[in-house]
T-cell receptor, first 113, second 115 residues
């Protein structure tokens, strides 16, 4: 069966520090991968999605970036965190373009102090 | 651009009763999917139910059912025999068929179930 792993679960980082959140999917190949952010009391905002290795589409211009170095690995990064980067980050995957729903990881609560 | 609107930020229901969560969306597409996701306090996003726009029949999953009104662009979720475990944030989501397959979410609604 397919599983998605996202880590760390919680993270407290100072302003200006770098960020690296990792997400991996097991039990499938060539998934579509997504990074969402959920600010307090708000819905989910799509940040990045990827349909293949090295293929990244950005939805919202900001100081975050994403990379997909391997088929089932998706990384969210920042060189210098801002206070406004605080939030709950969710990684998700879809099995293939014909599959309709997305499956989510456990999420990472990021607090920038 | 597609948008999803959940106009009720919070609702409450008594255990064992029925509650309906509303959702409207805006799209110029004719072929798409609609979803309801549940986010309990653990923050894990869980798919509750899915509706395909080309299907006129409303989707049903055990105690969960939808009322899909394509012309009105309305997609409500009915929870029957509410249970304490149903307490969560509920998100309505839209996804265009094909293309980039992005999920567009509403802002969510907090459901409280009273014992």
């Amino acid at each position: 069966s397919q599983t998605i792993h996202q880590w760390p679960a919680t993270l407290v980082q100072p302003v200006g520090s770098p960020l690296s959140l990792e997400c991996t999917v097991e039990g499938t190949s060539n998934p579509n991968l997504y990074w969402y952010r959920q600010a307090a009391g708000r819905g989910l905002q799509l940040l990045f999605y990827s349909v293949g290795i090295g293929q990244i589409s950005s939805e919202v211009p900001q100081n975050l970036s994403a990379s997909r170095p391997q088929d089932r690995q998706f990384i969210l990064s920042s060189k210098k965190l801002l206070l406004s980067d605080s939030g709950f980050y969710l990684c998700a995957w879809s099995p293939d373009p014909r599959h309709t729903e997305a499956f989510f990881g456990q999420g990472t609560r990021l607090t920038v102090v | 651009a597609q948008t999803v609107t959940q106009s009720q930020p919070e609702m409450s229901v008594q255990e064992a009763e029925t509650v309906t969560l509303s959702c409207t969306y805006d799209t110029s597409e004719s072929d798409y999917y609609l979803f309801w996701y549940k986010q309990p306090p653990s923050r894990q996003m869980i798919l509750v139910i899915r509706q395909e726009a080309y299907k006129q029949q409303n989707a049903t999953e055990n105690r969960f059912s939808v009322n899909f009104q394509k012309a009105a662009k309305s997609f409500s979720l009915k929870i029957s025999d509410s249970q304490l475990g149903d307490a969560a944030m509920y998100f309505c989501a839209y996804r265009r068929r094909g293309g980039s397959e992005k999920l567009v979410f509403g802002k969510g609604m907090k459901l409280t179930v009273n014992p």
